[in-house]
């Protein structure tokens, strides 16, 4: 198993990945339905090792479908998903990749803690119990994501960016050399928001190789280096970040997410995102457990 | 004391209190995953289908002329709780029919079952009422090593595999997203709750089963922050009420099963009722101390409206 030095942002260079002329990701002509609509409509998408490729598009575009199909969660209509060479099932190097999925606000029946959530992540394919030293794998993920000290936090406790870094070191933990992310800074707050471009531009200086959605390219921009953008379920673009449309990339422009703060999709004219205290739209409010 | 020292060396009492005992530990541990999955239901639904096989037991038994005829009631309990809990997964997993639907359906028809098929047995709804109710004090040896093994099996898959369990019953996407087997973990935990059941019914009976799953659990919740120790908390819980309500019913003739629940919600009752005071006397920490304020508010009262009124542009 080829690991990546994620743990020492110092070293040198990071050991070359053994297969590294096979992409990361590679989908070709993939139909995906979800109940009777086709939500994506043939879509090719490859993903070469240490790329950072943003997936943009608006709402409803298969953004979301696409990363969940090819992490296997959704199946295939048509077409074929290839990670790491081996096509989706049994064969593929799962302790290869991390997913991140959109945070799920509603917290789970049973509480659990940080460190718990976290060591989910140690399991995939058939290990199925946690290996030696995992304590120790699960701080050093926290850490990476500058959460260490709340490891023994219930995750209701946290806040909402906060919980997202936990999904953030649930998919680390296990260091994968492709992290596939799902809006992970939709609906965050600030210090979390740095936190995760900081642990970002570290992971790929450590040749960590990355599919993230987004909304707009934020402090990720000096990251990416191509951008796909879908569209009702195609690809229409393929390369260098694309011109936003007018009034929807700027920093004033509302995104309205299915699982924004209600205050924004209810009105989204209270909330103006420009510079100063008002510059994100804040959840930090809704978070707090009671 | 000696009237605690003359229960104990009751024979009849010992394999009852083993049971208890048994059960006690081992429903809290797949209670406290089907409440993580939202399915605190799923062990009335598999109850009340193991009600038909307790009656198809019995038909068969007494079709074949056994003596009693009731010897297959558990046998049959336990292959009906085990289809009845695939099936429910089944319907789950192909999405056509929610859930709760399915669980309904199922309650509705095991008991109708149940009682259809007693009848024709020659045997009439009163018989069945041991198995709805339980029966814990015509406890037989044998009973005792069936729900040793069945315990232990339940005990060694809920705990063993906990991180895997709990991986599956926490976010499915995720577990899916990682390549786990995410079907054959979602069987083993209706499969492990099925086994719960049917041991279970010996003590507190079909109709109260899923108490013993759940309440243990929900007491957990209120005082721990992990899953681990909601887990912890539930086995003592449960093993507490069991081992108490049964010992009750040494002295006093009340249905042990019935005791047991009422016991549990009581502790329940109890500390719900101390958790706002106790949470009250940890100091009152700021939840997120590293996030910046986000709006200058003015001091007490007068600046209620005020952010409202700035956010508009």
Redesign the interface.
Known sequence: MTTLATDSPGAATPPPPRDAAVPAIEARDVHVRLGASPVLRGVDLTVRRGEVVALLGANGSGKSTLVRTLVGVLPTTAGSVHLFGHALGDDVPWSRVGYVPQRVSAAAGVPSTAAEVVASGLLHGRRLRLPRGWRAQVHEALELVGLADRARYATHQLSGGQQQRVLIARALVRKPELLVLDEPVAGVDRPSQEAFAATMTRLVADGMTVLVVLHELGELAPLVQRCVVLRHGRVVHDGAPPTPQPGHGGEAHDHVHPHAHPRTVQHPENVRLAEGPFDRPDDTEDEVAP | MSGLWEMITDPFMQRALVAALLVGVSAPVVG?YL????L?LLGDGIGHVALTGVALGWLVGAAMGLVPDDVLAVPGAVVAAVAGSVLIEVVRRRGRTSGDLALAILFYGGIAGGVLLIGLAGGSSGSLMAYLFGSISSVTLSDVWVTVALCGLILLIGL??R??L??V???E?????????VWA?NMAVAVLAALTVTVAMRVVGLLLVSALMIVP?AI??LV?????R?MLVASVVGVAVCVTGLSITYWHNVSPGALIVVLAIGVYAVVAALHPVLARRQAPVD??P???D???VSPAGAGRAAP?E????
């Open positions: 406290t409440v993580q999955k939202r605190a063993g595999l991180a895997a709990f991986s019953s926490h976010d996407e995720f577990a899916q997203s990682s390549g786990l087997p973990l659990v957990g919740q721990t922050r992990s899953f681990r909601t939840p997120h590293d996030i910046p986000d709006v200058a409202q700035e956010c508009t542009p």
